[in-house]
């Protein structure tokens, strides 16, 4: 597999440096990096395109490398930024770095031989280096003006109260100084020749083969460096993706439960499912081509959004958490039975009818507690005013309670069993939920 065709075709590929693709076209296999941001113990759907142009410089047969950037996570990355983040101490980078390694392990192959995957932390060299021996050896190579020529600082420095911008600090100002001396450091070490990113990362991935060109001829040696971005990857209307109504979509299940994340891919818009399916899955270009065929004649079934979510879930978290989300969908969407309900653990359930009014009952209440008494007095009338309204639309076959039909307004409660052995589902028409909850 050739790499660029392969990004493109997908419309992952945004631009590399001339001599790029003739360099990935070599025999031997070759090591190309891509840094990570440490400041947290898990990545996010933002980061998963970048993960996955290591995914295919893998399977392009060359070696991925993650750099996890414990020293300049303790600065910050300006780009795209307005204001100064907080800094982390060592520790907690420590423990964001293996939280990381873990989520990339699902997705690289980190076995021995010329192509297994390996993660660094620039930590580690960078604790060796003390500051002015920094500057004496590796700061004189590049001019301030080389440095302010960046967007990134441009438009930091130029920005205004209007536009949010504070500034920019000298830690900050330092960041593609180091960044770049990352690329020395492996180009050193590692013989790591390409050097990737999003695109908005292009001003800091050219300072490192800028670095290493100037510092090689320098020394008197030849080194080879080249970079290559990916396509940010936006929705249809422009804007950003990789966030939900709720927040960040995290790939730690800890943070955003296997439900959320399979949802958050389920539900992208038509207009988007066909990008992201090229961007996030591998599956073929024949496999993708015959999926929009298939939602093109019933687009209301959502064909390529459940293809999409089912591939990446499965990745980022397991086939069996695939399975339980889709179940927890079919429950949603009212074609789930009893035993569907009872096979969700509770932080499914809740997650399942996170939008539905939560309504509380008292378990010492349950003796001799009614249907219609529960759907009515029990619940303040929250689910009907009067016992008279509960019994009208049970007899009308209009109410279930976890899935089944509720016919007879005398039924006791304390015989139906509890989900997560606390809490009832109420349907009530076609359309509304209720979650009781027995306390």
């Known amino acids: 597999m050739d790499l660029i065709p392969e990004l493109t075709w997908r419309g992952m590929y945004h631009d590399a440096m001339p001599g790029t693709a003739e360099h990935l076209a070599t025999n031997a296999p070759i090591t190309g990096y891509i840094g990570f941001d440490p400041t947290a113990a898990s990545l996010h759907i933002g980061n998963l395109a970048t993960i996955m142009l290591l995914v295919h410089l893998q399977r392009a047969g060359h070696r991925p490398v993650a750099l996890v950037g414990g020293a300049t996570g303790m600065i910050g990355d300006p780009s795209g930024k307005s204001a100064e983040r907080n800094l982390l101490d060592e520790d907690t980078l420590r423990l964001n770095q293996a939280g990381i390694r873990a989520q990339l392990e699902k997705f690289l192959d980190f076995t021995q031989g010329p192509t297994g995957a390996l993660v660094v932390n620039n930590y580690d060299w960078f604790k060796e280096i003390g500051f002015l021996g920094f500057l004496r050896e590796v700061g004189k190579h590049l001019t301030v003006n080389y440095m302010m020529a960046k967007d990134s600082v441009k438009r930091r420095i130029s920005g205004n109260e209007d536009s949010g911008a504070d500034g920019l600090s000298y830690t900050e100002f330092s960041y593609q100084l180091l960044q770049g001396y990352d690329f020395v450091h492996l180009n ?7 050097q990737m990113g999003a695109s908005d990362q292009w001003g800091n991935i050219t300072t490192g083969t800028e670095l290493i060109r100037r510092l090689s001829n320098a020394e008197g040696r030849e080194a080879k460096a080249y970079a290559l971005t990916g396509q940010l990857i936006t929705k249809a209307d422009g804007t950003k993706y990789g966030k939900s109504e709720t ?6 299940p800890a943070l955003t439960s296997p439900y959320q994340f399979y949802q958050f891919f389920y539900n992208a818009a038509d207009a988007d499912a066909p990008r992201l399916v090229r961007v996030f899955t591998l599956l073929s270009e024949a496999e993708i081509v015959a999926l929009e065929t298939e939602h093109a004649q019933a687009p209301h079934l959502r064909v390529l959004q459940k293809a999409l979510a089912r591939d990446v879930t499965t990745r980022v978290h397991s086939t069996e958490a695939t399975e339980a989300a889709i179940s927890a969908s079919e429950v949603l969407f009212g074609r789930g039975d009893l035993a569907a309900l009872q096979s ?34 029990a619940t303040m009338g929250k689910i009907f005013p009067s016992k008279g309204e509960a019994k009208k639309m049970m007899k009308d076959g209009g109410v279930s309670i976890n899935r089944e039909k509720v016919t007879g307004a005398e039924a006791p409660v304390d015989t139906m069993p509890l989900l997560a052995g606390k809490f009832l589902v109420v349907q009530k028409g076609k359309k509304n939920y209720f979650l009781v909850e027995v306390v």
């Open 188 to 194: 050193k070490t590692l013989n790591c020749t390409l």
């Open 344 to 377: 969700l653990d509770e932080a499914t359930l809740l997650d399942v009818f996170a939008g539905v009014s939560h309504l509380r009952v008292l378990r010492a209440d349950l003796a001799g507690l009614t249907a219609a008494s529960l759907l009515s007095e």
């Open 247 to 252: 927040g960040t979509v995290w790939l730690d």
